[in-house]
C-alpha cells in the first residue's frame, strides 16, 4: 500500500500541503466556485458552485483513474482518545450505516462518503503535536492520513457538496478536515478550501494549461495576474488590444 505521505516528500518536497495551497506552489490554478459573492442567500448559489467543483474534479479524475487522497485535521488533546476509539470502529465498521445518517450529523469526514473496503484502507501516516505558545502545555494533534482509490469508491459530488458547507452549518454536515486528492501520474492535486473556490496544483504544465484556457472564466480575479504569468499570456483584457 502507498504512503502518500512519502510520495508527497518525493515529489513535492518543498511544498507545505496547508492553505492556501495556491500560494505554495509554482505553478497552479485558483478556481472561484462560489460567484457572485452577495449571492450566499439564493437558492442557486449553492447548486452552482457544486456544479463547477463537480465538473472540474471530474476534468482530473473523471477517467477512473487511480488516485491518493491526503487528509488533514486537528484533534484536540483531550479529546484524543475518543478519535481513537471512533476511528478503529470506523476501520471495523467501514460504511455500513445508511448515507442518510451522516446529514444528520454536524460535521462528516472522509469516511462517510467511502465504501466499507476504502474505509478500512485509510492509514494515519503522521501526527505532530501543537503546544501552546505561551505555556507549552500540550494542545492537541495535527493529523495526516492517506488512501489509494478510484473515484468509484468516493460519493464525491457529496464530499464536495461537505466542503462548501464549511461557514453554513444551516446548509448541511460540514466537512471538518482539509481532503486533497491527488494524481500519482501526472502528479496534480486538488483541493476545495470551501464555498469559495478550489485550487488545482502540479507538474503537469499541458493538463494545467488546459484548464487554463478550457475554464478561464472561472479563474479567480485576485490571482488571474499571478496565473497568467505562470502561463505565458498577458494579463486579461490586453490579449484584445
Not at 201 to 228: A, I, K, P
Request: contains cysteine; proline residues 4%; charged residues 30%.
Amino acid at each position: 500500500m502507498v504512503n502518500v505521505n512519502e510520495w508527497l516528500r518525493r515529489h513535492f518536497a518543498q511544498m507545505d500541503l496547508n492553505e492556501p495551497l495556491f500560494y505554495h506552489v509554482p505553478l497552479g490554478l485558483r478556481f472561484e466556485l462560489g460567484y457572485p459573492p452577495r449571492a450566499v442567500d439564493e437558492a442557486t448559489y449553492f447548486e452552482q458552485l457544486q456544479q463547477r467543483a463537480v465538473e472540474l474534479f471530474e476534468q482530473l479524475f473523471g477517467d477512473g483513474r487511480k488516485i491518493y487522497i491526503r487528509t488533514r485535521s486537528f484533534v484536540w488533546a483531550n479529546e484524543l482518545e475518543g478519535y481513537q476509539d471512533n476511528h478503529a470502529k470506523e476501520q471495523d465498521d467501514g460504511a455500513d450505516a445508511p448515507i442518510i445518517e451522516r446529514w444528520e450529523r454536524d460535521t462528516v469526514s472522509l469516511h462517510d462518503f467511502l465504501n466499507k473496503e476504502s474505509v478500512s484502507l485509510i492509514v494515519e501516516e503522521e501526527r505532530i503535536p501543537e503546544y501552546d505558545e505561551d505555556t507549552g502545555v500540550l494542545d492537541g494533534y495535527h493529523i495526516y492520513s492517506g488512501l489509494e482509490c478510484t473515484i468509484a469508491e468516493i460519493d464525491y459530488p457529496a464530499l464536495l457538496a461537505a466542503a462548501s458547507y464549511k461557514d453554513f452549518p444551516n446548509k448541511g454536515p460540514m466537512l471538518h478536515e482539509q481532503v486533497y486528492y491527488i494524481d500519482p501520474v501526472r502528479k496534480l492535486i486538488f483541493y476545495m478550501y470551501d464555498d469559495r473556490g478550489l485550487d488545482i496544483v502540479g507538474l503537469d504544465d499541458s493538463l494545467l494549461r488546459h484548464l487554463y484556457t478550457t475554464y478561464n472564466d472561472w479563474l479567480l480575479d485576485y490571482d488571474r495576474e499571478r496565473m497568467d504569468a505562470m502561463f505565458h499570456k498577458v494579463v486579461k483584457g490586453e490579449d484584445q488590444q
